[in-house]
């Protein structure tokens, strides 16, 4: 029997009429969020990540039991403080799960324009936990049916746009450096550097980076102050086309090419990732941990359509 594949249209589309589960989880989210363009679009990513993840929010037992598949352990799932003032950028979120989170209003990575989910690094989704006795910030990214393959996903730092981009982050690992906080292999001369982080997925996992070194510590609110972070980088594994680094997608990024053909996350986590930093990197197929949630009617939805 052949298996199914449900990362095209012709199957998604069985839920083009319910594209989101529940509707009403759209009101727990911020009313000035700018979501997803593609949100209504049986294919996206944002739909998914909101189709799990906000539909367990109030769960703090499957959302322990869901991180728990990809070697993550929470001691403590956290609310985010509603209302909280973060320099001059309001939340008024509310639950544990924040989408389309930026940190404070001023970009800690420099970044000149924008707001959330709007020409700024948004998470696609946010959480706190206590995890090995600190409060840890989770920055979450989600993937679905992405394909990078095309050219224009290749060179996130040529042209004018692209200058700007190297200047920008440049600053950003400048200030770490001198905290001997740089989270990325860039010791070596004729090896990797910042110009190789081109494709799409390595530029959208260095801006991420970047910006939870650059929020961690965080004074919060009066009573959480954020210790550590994480980054969870969640994918589904019948994307083979996001799965591994294929050459082509590596024709801009010099210092990778001699690990072409290896797993996206493989090379992130142990090619780019200085060793101690590695630590903070959580990766996983977020379709395979579907199946430990609660049993209830959105277990069934997830599992029909996802799993």
């Known amino acids: 029997m052949n298996k199914i594949n449900k990362l095209t249209k012709e199957y998604q589309n069985r839920w083009s009429s319910k594209p989101i589960f529940n509707d009403s989880l759209l009101r727990h989210i911020d009313t000035k969020v700018q979501l997803h363009k593609d949100l209504h679009n049986p294919l996206s990513s944002a739909a998914a990540c909101l189709n799990v993840l ?24 956290l609310n985010f403080p509603t209302g909280v003032n973060i320099q ?3 939340y008024n979120d509310i639950g544990p799960i924040v989408f389309e989170w930026i940190g404070p209003q001023l970009s800690p990575i420099y970044e000149k324009t924008g707001s959330r989910g709007k020409y700024r690094t948004s998470i696609d989704a946010y959480l706190l936990a206590r995890i090995a006795g600190k409060t840890t910030q989770l920055l979450i990214e989600w993937k679905f049916t992405e394909d990078y393959s095309s050219k224009s996903y290749h060179h996130k730092f040529s042209g004018l746009e692209g200058n700007e981009r190297l200047r920008r982050y440049s600053s950003v690992l400048a200030t770490l450096r001198k905290e001997n906080l740089i989270p990325f292999n860039l010791t070596d001369e004729g090896k990797i550097g910042l110009y190789d982080f081109s494709y799409e997925p390595l530029y959208q996992l260095l801006r991420m980076t970047l910006l939870a070194k650059m929020t961690t510590p965080l004074q919060l609110s009066g009573d959480i102050r954020i210790e550590d972070y994480k980054i969870v980088h969640l994918t589904h594994s019948n994307n083979e086309a996001l799965k591994c680094l294929k050459a082509d997608y590596l024709e801009y990024s010099p210092g990778l090419r001699l690990h072409s053909n290896r797993e996206l996350h493989d090379v992130w986590q142990n090619e780019i990732l200085v060793p101690n930093e590695r630590q903070h990197f959580v990766c996983g197929y977020w379709n395979k941990a579907l199946s430990q949630l609660s049993n209830s009617d959105l277990k069934d939805y997830l599992m029909e359509r996802y799993a």
């Open 54 to 77: 906000s539909n367990i929010k109030d769960n703090p037992d499957d959302i322990k039991q869901f991180f728990r598949c990809f070697s993550l352990e929470i001691d403590q799932v």
């Open 88 to 90: 001059n950028e309001i």
